[in-house]
Every structure is written in C-alpha cells, then in structure tokens.
C-alpha cells in the first residue's frame, strides 16, 4: 500500500533494517546534533517521515532527524568519599586506581567548587606517602586548583614537596597567571633557595605551560624573555677551572629542553644561540640537536628516538647494545615497550683508569583507533673520561614534554635508587563508526600512570659503573557514547580497558672483572581490554494509548584482547670486555 496513507511502528522498520548488520568504521569526527523531534507520545510515526530519516542517515545529513543524547561518563554520589580513596591509595591495583582518578578529575573539572575536597588531604600531606602525595598533586593538576597547588604545594617549605607539586603543575591544561609566575621565579638561576633539580623541574614545567592555547601575550613575551636570559647567561664562556662550568652547563640543558617544551610558536629555532649546537658539553650539544628535532617534528611525541648524549664516547672500541619491543594489545588499541641498552669502553683489562658509558633506555607508544603517539621515554645513562664524569643524567619525557632532568648523585660503591611517581592525562580522538543504522561518533581517550625509578652504583675503587631505569606504566582506555533515537532505538559504544607492564632494564661495567653484565626483566599482570556496540529495542504497543518499555540489550564485540599474567627475563649475562667488538 502507499505508506503515505499508513501509519507503521518505528520500531519494526528499524528492526529490519538492523538485521543487515550495517557495521562499518571510520576515522575522524562526525559530530551529531540531532533536533526537531516529532511527537512519539503514541509511538506512530509516519512511514514517510522514518524514509526521510533514513535518508539523511544514508547521506550523513542528520541535522534535522532526531535528539541524540550522548551518555556521561557517570556521576560521583560521595565525592568526599572518593577524593579519600585517591588520597590514601586504597584501591585494589593501580588501574582501578586510574580509572577512578580519570573519574574524579572530570567531575572536579564540571564542578569545581568540589575541588574543596581535596583541601582536607593537603593540608595533612606530611602523613601520607610519596606516592600518594604524587597522586594528590596530580590530581589537583588535574582538577584546575591551581591555587591548592601554589599554597599546599609549591609554596611549601618541604624541597621534596615542591618538587612532586611542579611535576604536577606541568600538566595543568588552563594555568593561571599566579601558576605561571611561581614556577618562572622558581626556575631563574639565582634563587638560591631552590636546588638545582627542583630548578630545573620549574623550568621545564614553566616551558611546557608556555605551550598552551590559552596562554596571553603578556605571558608569553614574559616566557620568551625568561627562556632567552637563562640561555644566554648560562652559555656565557667560563673558566675551565671554575666550579660554577657543571653547573651552568646542567642549566644550559635544562634550559633547552624548556626551549623544546614550549615549542616554536614561542621560541623560534632561529632564536636559539648558535653556539650551543657546538658547545664543549655533549649533555648541551645534544639538547641543542633535541629542540631541533621536537621543533621540525612539530610535536615532541612524534620524534623517534631519544637523544643521548654518548658523541663523546663514540670511539671506544669494545661495545655491547642490546634491544626488545614488548608489544600488548592489538588492533584498537595497543603499547609497546622499547628497550635499549648500551654499554661501552677502552679497557683491555690492563690499564690502570678506564673510559667508558653505559645506558637504559625505555620508550613506550600507544595506539588508540589509530591514532599513535609517545606515552613516556625514560633514561640513565653514565659515563666517565679520564677518571672524570662526562655523561651523567637521568631524564624522563611524558607525551612529549620532558617532565624531569638531574644528574645522579656523587660516585658512591653503595647502590642508589631514586623513586618518582606520576600520573598525566593522555590525549583522546573522536571516532566514527556505524552501530546498526546509526553513525556515533565518541571521544576515546587514553591516560597514563607511571611508577619510575633510577639507580646507579657509581665506584672508582673497583673501576665499575651500573646504571638502571624501572618504569611500571599503566595505560587506561576509555570511550563510550549512547543515543536514543525517537524513543525506538537506544544504541551506543563502549571501550574499556588496560595495558601494564613493568620493563626493568639495567646495564653495568665491571672494570674490576673485565665483564659487561646486563639484564632486563620484564612483568605483566593478567589484562584485558574491549570495544563492544550495544542497541536496544522499544517494544511498544500501538493500541489502545500506546506504551512502550525497553527490551533486552544486545552487545556485539567488535574487538577484544586479553593476556594471562607473566614474570620474564628478557635477558640476563655477563660478557668478557675482551671479547667485544
């Protein structure tokens, strides 16, 4: 009959149509703003209204079909209750940990007079421990309280405080004028209140907020100038025999990776100073060739490769590398792990000093729908010339900023570790994909949790150096959108999921033993990870009002990847200096 003349349940053409099982994806974004909803109250729509629809549908013209309502991502009832948890830390393992941090945060950004809540945990940090005080700070980074972060945090008279609380600061999104100002004077080389880590952890935090969207004119003439006088006055020529040549040169590095961090819009690769491509100093020269990189890259995390600073040490003649990629995941989402490890010398086992320098490297990239980038790359690296440092450094660098740079401590034949702890929001991609009849488009996101540690044995008595970097990186996925269309139709999408590993590179030399020891361990907790469609129909009776209820919801797994846990060892020896090559 002509379905002009009809009047037919919406429902049952929708259903008709869904058992072509039309699913197809894309990239990219398609942003639905569906209106001008016609009277459903009967649940009788006019065939040539649901033809039109779907005609739209076809066309990808939706503007006009219907009201989407896309799904949140969940309230918090108690959330003095919550911002406790994430406090103290009392959640089963750390990727539950992360998702109800990621939670949290968006809550506290929507509201922010809750961020109130996070005051009662400040104030009482001395009793927590470092790790907790780490995810306290981030957390307030998060939530854009950036005045809790400047009274409880950087303006704290605890050094180790402060220092958690600018790594923190380093991943505001939106900083606020006073934000900026604290960390530009907690970065200017003649705060004599302010060690040289802590330092250089402003500075480098300092660069990366000079890189927001939302920074002003002022502020970044102000940035422009900071950054111009710290390079200048720490590459200024210096006395050879002077005590003050180390540690200028750790502020011209510091200084250049800021550079790199606030980006070209800010400081032009022109600008930068000639000679700290050719300075005395690798550990300079190679951060020079870094801004370089970052700055024709465009963006820090598409660079391959982490610089090192070994140009000083490429003639000596018996060396060992070693490299692995540990990969998890699969098509929709994935990580890997890239391990590298280098170790190299003069020694013949006969000389009385002995030049050398060793090197962990672990660099992770993370695959969402696609779309990849760098998650973190830590590395230390060590090394000695004529009974004398010329490579010391320990350095780590989150979604292409670098978060942290120091030497290691004095030479000592005691092992020393040190511990930092950070959690930094990742980025996210909007993606399209059909569910049934109906083009979703959601915002999936990736966020990273990192527990990272260095240690190092430093010894002249027994001619030996070791040096090692232990990341353990949670990556949790997230996405999930719903529509109700007409009242006929509730369809959506789902990712969830996480992806940890722990990769514990460590490298030594032996002078005293003639011998290259190296291992690298590697452990996994049990994972899984999904990206699932749902729809749901409306089962609906036309007479004699018409009522309709929600039927069973059908889930159909597009993608799904899981592993049972592991403890391996990716390599473990020792190698006879004489031997190598």
């Known amino acids: 009959m002509p379905y002009s003349k009809v009047q037919i349940a919406a429902h049952t053409l929708f259903e008709t149509l869904d058992r072509l099982d039309l699913d197809l994806g894309s990239h990219g974004k398609l942003s639905l703003k569906l209106k001008d909803v016609m009277p459903y109250s009967k649940v009788q729509i006019a065939a040539h209204t649901l033809f039109e629809t779907l005609d739209r549908l076809a066309s990808g013209s939706l503007a006009d079909a219907a009201t989407a309502a896309v799904s949140s991502t969940g309230s918090i009832e108690d959330v003095a209750a919550t911002v406790r948890t994430v406090a103290t830390g009392h959640v089963a393992d750390s990727v539950r940990s992360l998702a109800l941090f990621n939670r949290l945060a968006r809550h506290l950004r929507a509201v922010p007079g809750d961020a109130s809540y996070l005051e009662e945990h400040l104030a009482r940090l001395?009793?927590?421990?470092?790790?907790?005080?780490?995810?306290?700070?981030?957390?307030?980074?998060?939530?854009?309280?950036?005045?809790?972060?400047?009274?409880?945090?950087?303006?704290?008279?605890?050094?180790?405080?402060?220092?958690?609380?600018?790594?923190?600061?380093?991943?505001?999104?939106?900083?606020?004028?006073?934000?900026?100002?604290?960390?530009?004077?907690?970065?200017?080389?003649?705060?004599?209140?302010?060690?040289?880590?802590?330092?250089?952890?402003?500075?480098?935090?300092?660069?990366?907020?000079?890189?927001?969207?939302?920074?002003?004119?002022?502020?970044?003439?102000?940035?422009?100038?900071?950054?111009?006088?710290?390079?200048?006055?720490?590459?200024?020529?210096?006395?050879?025999?002077?005590?003050?040549?180390?540690?200028?040169?750790?502020?011209?590095?510091?200084?250049?990776?800021?550079?790199?961090?606030?980006?070209?819009?800010?400081?032009?690769?022109?600008?930068?100073?000639?000679?700290?491509?050719?300075?005395?100093?690798?550990?300079?020269?190679?951060?020079?060739?870094?801004?370089?990189?970052?700055?024709?890259?465009?963006?820090?995390?598409?660079?391959?490769?982490?610089?090192?600073?070994?140009?000083?040490?490429?003639?000596?003649?018996?060396?060992?590398?070693?490299?692995?990629?540990?990969?998890?995941?699969?098509?929709?989402?994935?990580?890997?792990?890239?391990?590298?490890?280098?170790?190299?010398?003069?020694?013949?086992?006969?000389?009385?000093?002995?030049?050398?320098?060793?090197?962990?490297?672990?660099?992770?990239?993370?695959?969402?729908?696609?779309?990849?980038?760098?998650?973190?790359?830590?590395?230390?690296?060590?090394?000695?010339?004529?009974?004398?440092?010329?490579?010391?450094?320990?350095?780590?660098?989150?979604?292409g900023k670098v978060l942290y740079s120091r030497a290691f401590a004095s030479p000592s034949c005691v092992p020393r570790v040190e511990e930092i702890m950070h959690v930094a929001p990742g980025y996210a991609v909007d993606y399209t994909l059909w569910v049934s009849v109906i083009p979703i488009t959601f915002t999936a996101s990736v966020s990273l949790e990192l527990d990272l540690s260095w240690g190092w044995r430093v010894c002249d008595a027994d001619l030996s150096a070791a040096v090692s970097v232990a990341p353990s990186a949670s990556l949790v996925f997230e996405g999930a959108a719903q529509i109700d269309l007409l009242n006929v139709l509730r369809t959506g999408v789902t990712l969830h999921g996480a992806l940890r590993s722990e990769v514990v590179p460590r490298v030594a030399v032996e002078g005293a033993r003639c011998e290259i020891a190296a291992s690298v361990k590697n452990q996994s907790p049990p994972l899984e990870a999904r990206f699932e469609t749902f729809r749901a129909w409306a089962h609906c009776r036309l007479l004699p009002r018409g009522s309709c209820h929600w039927g069973k919801e059908k889930r159909h797994t597009l993608w799904s990847w899981e592993t049972a846990g592991y403890n391996r060892t990716l390599l473990d020896g020792h190698w006879k200096i004489s031997d190598l090559r």
């Open 126 to 399: 001395d009793a927590l421990p470092p790790r907790n005080r780490a995810a306290l700070f981030a957390l307030t980074a998060a939530a854009g309280a950036d005045d809790l972060l400047l009274r409880y945090g950087l303006g704290s008279a605890s050094a180790d405080t402060r220092l958690r609380a600018t790594l923190a600061a380093a991943q505001v999104t939106a900083p606020s004028a006073p934000l900026l100002e604290s960390l530009r004077h907690a970065s200017l080389r003649n705060n004599a209140a302010v060690a040289n880590d802590e330092q250089c952890a402003g500075l480098l935090a300092y660069g990366a907020l000079l890189s927001r969207d939302g920074i002003d004119a002022d502020q970044r003439s102000t940035g422009h100038k900071t950054l111009s006088s710290l390079l200048r006055s720490s590459l200024l020529p210096l006395s050879p025999k002077t005590a003050a040549v180390s540690e200028a040169n750790s502020l011209a590095e510091c200084a250049l990776l800021a550079v790199a961090n606030a980006g070209p819009r800010l400081f032009p690769l022109e600008e930068v100073p000639y000679h700290a491509f050719t300075h005395d100093s690798p550990a300079v020269a190679a951060a020079a060739a870094y801004v370089v990189n970052t700055h024709l890259a465009g963006d820090a995390s598409g660079v391959e490769g982490f610089y090192e600073s070994l140009a000083n040490f490429t003639d000596l003649g018996r060396n060992y590398t070693f490299d692995r990629v540990v990969r998890l995941g699969g098509t929709a989402v994935s990580a890997s792990f890239d391990v590298h490890l280098y170790a190299g010398t003069n020694f013949d086992c006969k000389q009385p000093e002995i030049d050398y320098a060793a090197s962990a490297t672990v660099e992770s990239s993370v695959s969402l729908l696609g779309f990849s980038r760098q998650a973190f790359a830590a590395r230390a690296l060590y090394g000695r010339r004529a009974g004398r440092a010329a490579a010391d450094s320990a350095l780590v660098r989150v979604w």
